[in-house]
């Protein structure tokens, strides 16, 4: 079966600090890879998706990053974090043939905090 | 574009009451639409899903159909208990992207009171 890990769970860090953030997908191959934030008491936002090793689509222009150096590795980046990056940050994964839908499946989430 | 339109919450029920969490949604051409549902300190879970117009989700007592001709996809269930407290989304898949990515709605937090 497969499953999706991402970590750290939770993290506090200082403005200005740098950030990386790993979601690892186990079980599936070539998966299409989610980033998406949730603010404090808002909805989701994509920030990220990628269609295979290298392939990064981004959604808002921001100081995030995100790279996929390995078939089911996703990393999300920053230089220099601000307050505004404080959130719940959710990795997916779904079928790269989705076919005429695309369920997504989520990983628990790291609840990340800028001070 | 694509968007996605929740009522606001929360929406407090008392336990076995009927529910609805209405959804209606901005699409070019023919998405999917899902609901999610996040039990709290949780990542989101798929609950229900439909592919096409007249299709009807169900999973654990939730139900939802794809109406096209008014664009909504709203969730229902007959009974409520206390463990479906969660944050409940709506999303579509994204026909711009290959159906690839989803449009998420902003949540609807339902809370059942015992």
């Known amino acids: 079966s497969q499953t999706i890990h991402q970590w750290p769970a939770t993290l506090v860090q200082p403005v200005g600090s740098p950030l990386s953030l790993e979601c690892t997908v186990e079980?599936?191959?070539?998966?299409?890879l989610y980033w998406y934030r949730q603010a404090a008491g808002r909805g989701l936002q994509l920030l990220f998706y990628s269609v295979g090793i290298g392939q990064i689509s981004s959604e808002v222009p921001q100081n995030l990053s995100a790279s996929r150096p390995q078939d089911r590795q996703f990393i999300l980046s920053s230089k220099k974090l601000l307050l505004s990056d404080s959130g719940f940050y959710l990795c997916?994964?779904?079928?790269?043939?989705?076919?005429?839908?695309?369920?997504?499946?989520f990983g628990p989430g790291t609840r990340l905090t800028v001070l | 574009g694509n968007s996605v339109t929740q009522m606001e919450g929360p929406v407090t029920l008392s336990e076995e009451a009927f529910l609805t969490i209405n959804c209606t949604y901005t699409?070019?051409?023919?998405?999917?639409l899902f609901w999610y549902v996040q039990y709290p300190g949780e990542g989101l879970q798929l609950l229900l899903k439909?592919?096409?117009?007249?299709d009807k989700g169900s999973n654990k007592g939730f139900e939802a159909t794809y109406r096209k001709e008014t664009t909504s996809f709203h969730l229902e269930k007959g009974s409520v208990q206390v463990s479906d407290s969660a944050v409940y989304f709506c999303a579509l898949s994204r026909m711009d992207t290959g159906r690839r990515a989803l449009t998420f709605g902003s949540g609807t937090r339902l809370q059942v009171q015992p």
């Open positions: 079980g599936t191959s070539n998966p299409n």
């Open positions: 699409a070019t051409g023919y998405p999917s």
């Open positions: 997916a994964w779904s079928v790269a043939a989705g076919g005429s839908y695309n369920e997504q499946f």
């Open positions: 439909a592919t096409k117009a007249d």
